[in-house]
Structures are given as structure tokens and as C-alpha cells.
């Protein structure tokens, strides 16, 4: 049974920083892309930054350029993302997905999901 489980959200200040992570199990991990999405209330899901299997190419939205980075270790069968310069606007449950055979942001390609973290922007 595939498994992806976020940790790590938790409430911070503007300006703070933030890094949750998400451990694949039940797959092999190294083949798949990872990605991470955010959904925030009233909202829909939207991608916010994907890695390839290599770890060799990312790929974020414009709104998080710069400020949050996607790492992976294949090694750990992890993927992080690197929050930093947070905003309330990146107020969502944050959820990592693993992709076969797709990079990119497009929703309906990834094959599994995890349950999400909540990350809350917040003075």
C-alpha cells in the first residue's frame, strides 16, 4: 500500500520560515516525480513546486519563486519543501504527490497523495 505522509506545518509569523517534508512508503521511490500543492479554505488546489526523480530539475509557481525551495533524498525516499519569507497568503494544507512518467504542475498526472499538512501564516 503506497503511503506519502506530511509533517511538519505547524503556525508562523511573515516573514518566518517553515520546512515540512513528506516520506513516501509502499513505492519505489527514485522513478517518480514529487510534487507539492496547496489548497487554502474556499480555494481550490493549486501547485506550488515539483521536483524530478533525478532531483536534478525543479520547477515552482511564480508566487513562491524565491522563497521556497523542493528538495528531495532518495536515499530517505523524502521530499521537502523549504518555506522561507512566508506569507498569510501561503496560508493552506499543503499536500505532496508522486508523479510516474510526468514533471510538471498538472493535478490530474499525479498518482498519489498524501493527506496533507496545515501550514498557517499568522502574526
Known amino acids: 500500500q503506497v503511503q506519502l505522509v506530511e509533517s511538519g506545518g505547524g503556525l508562523v509569523q511573515p516573514g518566518g520560515s517553515l520546512s515540512v517534508s513528506c516520506a513516501a512508503s509502499g513505492l519505489t521511490f527514485s522513478p517518480y516525480a514529487m510534487g507539492w500543492f496547496r489548497q487554502a479554505p474556499g480555494k481550490e488546489r493549486e501547485f506550488v513546486a515539483a521536483?524530478?526523480?533525478?532531483?536534478?530539475?525543479?520547477y515552482s509557481t511564480d508566487s513562491v519563486k524565491g522563497r521556497f525551495t523542493i528538495s528531495r533524498d532518495n536515499a530517505k525516499d523524502t521530499v521537502y519543501l523549504q518555506m522561507d519569507t512566508l506569507k498569510p497568503e501561503d496560508t493552506a494544507v499543503y499536500y505532496c504527490?508522486?508523479?510516474?512518467?510526468?514533471?510538471?504542475?498538472?493535478?490530474?498526472?499525479?498518482?498519489?497523495w498524501g493527506q496533507g499538512t496545515q501550514v498557517t501564516v499568522s502574526s
Open positions: 504527490a508522486a508523479a510516474s512518467g510526468y514533471f510538471g504542475s498538472d493535478y490530474f498526472k499525479y498518482n498519489y
Open positions: 521536483i524530478s526523480y533525478t532531483g536534478h530539475t525543479t
